[in-house]
């Protein structure tokens, strides 16, 4: 990597993804450094300075707006903060812009957070609670029929183009199965999901760090992950 990469702090994760996939669509240079959340990585003095809420990812641009380092935290930030640098994947628009930027904070403050309960009380929980498997499948199928709404008018969550709003909730889709959804009720988003999926940087973008993410069998591992 030249000097001057952009560092990005990650993990195998959909948050992750997000990231590695933009830095892939954009075409810049980027160095990742991986941060093993299930190994408590996250809770170090040096990434703390840079990501205090202790949550992947986070990146360092040494050539920021001023020409001086920049750190930046939350995936959305970083997204938005990208796609200025590159000039791409945000409307210049106003109208466009903040059509992309509704549905990318649709996905952070929805999409994931739900989808990220429902895979872990179906998945992960210790014990299998029915209520919270039922509440969050029936609110992962509510959204995805959002998503497939959109969809059915709009070739991308934006409108006609490819944006940070596709990038931000594609990964969260990966794992519709583990979230309880049938991707046959979801005709619209499931053209969507399978377009976005082949293209190059995104194919390339998910790969990153996927061969260091283990299953999560370990106890010790479970805790540190999930707060305990």
């Given at each position: 990597m030249k000097s001057q990469a952009i560092q990005c702090f990650s993990w195998a994760t959909p948050n992750g993804h997000k990231i590695h996939i933009?830095?892939?669509?954009?075409?810049?240079?980027?160095?990742?450094?991986?941060?093993?959340?299930?190994?408590?990585?996250?809770?170090?003095?040096?990434?703390?300075?840079?990501?205090p809420n202790n949550r992947i990812p986070a990146i360092l641009d040494p050539q920021g707006p001023d020409g001086?380092?920049?750190?930046?935290?939350?995936?959305?930030?970083?997204?938005?903060?990208?796609?200025?640098?590159?000039?791409?994947?945000?409307?210049?628009?106003?109208r466009g812009k903040f059509k992309a930027l509704e549905w990318l904070?649709?996905?952070?403050?929805?999409?994931?957070?739900?989808?990220?309960?429902?895979?872990?009380?179906?998945?992960?929980?210790?014990e299998k609670i029915p209520y919270a498997i039922n509440r969050y499948t029936n609110e992962a199928k509510r959204l995805y029929g959002v998503l497939d709404k959109r969809l059915s008018s709009h070739p991308f969550l934006a409108g006609k183009e490819y944006s940070i709003a596709d990038i931000a909730a594609f990964p969260w889709?990966?794992?519709?199965?583990?979230?309880?959804?049938?991707?046959?009720?979801?005709?619209?988003?499931?053209?969507?999901?399978?377009?976005?999926?082949?293209?190059?940087?995104?194919?390339?973008g998910v790969a990153v760090l996927q061969e260091l993410r283990k299953p999560l069998t370990d106890e010790k591992a479970r805790q540190i992950l999930f707060g305990q």
């Open positions: 933009m830095l892939e669509e954009c075409g810049f240079d980027y160095e990742v450094i991986p941060v093993n959340i299930a190994a408590g990585e996250q809770f170090k003095p040096d990434f703390l300075k840079i990501s001086e380092p920049i750190s930046i935290f939350e995936s959305g930030a970083i997204l938005i903060y990208l796609a200025g640098k590159a000039g791409k994947f945000l409307p210049q628009d106003v904070m649709w996905q952070m403050g929805g999409l994931g957070p739900m989808l990220g309960q429902a895979h872990h009380f179906r998945l992960y929980a210790p889709t990966r794992s519709a199965a583990n979230q309880g959804i049938d991707w046959a009720d979801f005709p619209h988003a499931k053209r969507w999901h399978d377009e976005i999926a082949a293209r190059p940087a995104v194919i390339r």
